[in-house]
Protein backbone atom coordinates (compact mmCIF):
# COMPACT_ATOMS: atom_id res chain seq x y z
CA UNK A 1 0.00 0.00 0.00
CA UNK A 2 1.60 3.61 -0.73
CA UNK A 3 1.33 7.08 0.40
CA UNK A 4 -2.10 7.28 -1.72
CA UNK A 5 -4.15 4.40 -0.30
CA UNK A 6 -6.37 4.52 2.60
CA UNK A 7 -8.29 2.04 4.57
CA UNK A 8 -11.57 2.16 5.80
CA UNK A 9 -13.48 -0.12 7.57
CA UNK A 10 -15.90 -2.48 5.46
CA UNK A 11 -18.87 -1.09 7.65
CA UNK A 12 -17.97 2.04 7.14
CA UNK A 13 -17.73 1.97 3.16
CA UNK A 14 -20.79 -0.30 2.79
CA UNK A 15 -22.74 2.33 5.31
CA UNK A 16 -21.62 5.78 3.14
CA UNK A 17 -22.26 3.45 -0.15
CA UNK A 18 -26.40 2.67 0.79
CA UNK A 19 -26.19 6.69 2.06
CA UNK A 20 -25.40 7.76 -0.93
CA UNK A 21 -27.83 5.56 -2.52
CA UNK A 22 -30.67 6.15 -0.28
CA UNK A 23 -29.56 10.51 -1.05
CA UNK A 24 -30.05 9.66 -4.40
CA UNK A 25 -33.27 7.76 -4.35
CA UNK A 26 -34.30 10.78 -2.26
CA UNK A 27 -33.44 13.16 -4.36
CA UNK A 28 -35.31 10.84 -7.04
CA UNK A 29 -38.44 10.88 -5.50
CA UNK A 30 -38.79 14.87 -4.68
CA UNK A 31 -37.57 16.20 -7.70
CA UNK A 32 -39.09 13.69 -10.53
CA UNK A 33 -35.48 12.97 -12.09
CA UNK A 34 -34.39 9.73 -12.51
CA UNK A 35 -31.75 7.96 -9.88
CA UNK A 36 -29.16 7.83 -13.01
CA UNK A 37 -29.52 11.54 -13.30
CA UNK A 38 -28.93 12.22 -9.70
CA UNK A 39 -26.25 9.30 -9.02
CA UNK A 40 -24.46 10.97 -12.04
CA UNK A 41 -24.86 14.90 -10.96
CA UNK A 42 -23.27 13.58 -7.39
CA UNK A 43 -20.24 11.72 -8.07
CA UNK A 44 -19.55 14.36 -10.56
CA UNK A 45 -19.74 16.86 -8.09
CA UNK A 46 -17.38 15.36 -5.36
CA UNK A 47 -14.95 14.74 -8.17
CA UNK A 48 -14.96 17.87 -8.91
CA UNK A 49 -14.72 19.01 -5.13
CA UNK A 50 -12.02 16.03 -4.20
CA UNK A 51 -9.92 17.54 -7.68
CA UNK A 52 -9.86 20.69 -5.71
CA UNK A 53 -8.70 19.73 -2.52
CA UNK A 54 -4.96 19.85 -1.63
CA UNK A 55 -2.85 17.31 -0.35
CA UNK A 56 -3.01 18.75 2.79
CA UNK A 57 -7.30 19.04 3.21
CA UNK A 58 -7.22 15.42 1.57
CA UNK A 59 -4.98 14.92 5.17
CA UNK A 60 -7.49 16.46 7.45
CA UNK A 61 -10.27 14.56 5.75
CA UNK A 62 -8.81 11.06 6.00
CA UNK A 63 -7.84 12.36 9.98
CA UNK A 64 -11.00 13.53 11.06
CA UNK A 65 -12.49 10.75 9.42
CA UNK A 66 -10.68 8.78 11.91
CA UNK A 67 -11.01 10.58 14.89
CA UNK A 68 -14.51 10.26 14.31
CA UNK A 69 -15.62 6.86 13.07
CA UNK A 70 -17.09 5.41 16.28
CA UNK A 71 -19.36 8.54 16.47
CA UNK A 72 -22.93 7.50 15.14
CA UNK A 73 -26.03 8.52 15.32
CA UNK A 74 -28.88 6.49 16.47
CA UNK A 75 -32.17 6.19 15.00
CA UNK A 76 -34.03 8.60 17.35
CA UNK A 77 -31.85 11.18 16.66
CA UNK A 78 -32.00 10.65 12.65
CA UNK A 79 -35.85 10.37 12.64
CA UNK A 80 -36.80 12.92 15.19
Do not use: S
Not at 9 to 29: C, F, I, P, S
Not at 69 to 77: C, G, M, P, Q, T
Amino acid sequence: MNDQDFLMRKEDYVTNTLALGAAVRYLAQATNQTVEYWALRLIKEANIQCDQLTPEQIELTIKDYLEHKAERFNDEEIYE
